[in-house]
Structures are given as structure tokens and as C-alpha cells.
């Protein structure tokens, strides 16, 4: 799984998109939002890892997803 996040603009906010290994779109959420349905995603009882991720990601860049 990969995670990118996508700068937002004026009154877009800041997103983050999760991608799979083909890098097919599986979640798009708010950056600022809390965590909820992680179970969709295989990440549920993760939430603070992937908040710490997030925490450290920088714009635009694709990287591996690894919690």
C-alpha cells in the first residue's frame, strides 16, 4: 500500500490518498479530519501509527506505506 499527500488550495484542504499496489485510489481523507474506518482499509487498531505517518509526510511524495 502507498500514501501520498496532496496539497490543497484556498478553501481546498490538505488530503491524503492511500493507493494499493497497482496504485488504484482505496481511500481519499482530509489530512486534519480524525481517523475513522481504518477497517476498510486493513489498518483498523493503526491509528496512531498512520497519524504519526501523516504527521511526517510531505507533499507530492508517493512513499510505501509501512505500519
Known sequence: MYIIKVKG????????????????LI??????????DLHRYGLDGKE???AAVIAGLEFGKLQPLAI
Open 27 to 36: 481511500a481519499y481523507f482530509r489530512a486534519d479530519r480524525p481517523l475513522k
Open 9 to 24: 488550495k484556498a478553501k481546498i484542504p490538505d488530503y491524503i490518498q492511500l493507493r494499493d499496489e497497482a496504485f488504484v
Open 48 to 50: 496512531t501509527e498512520l
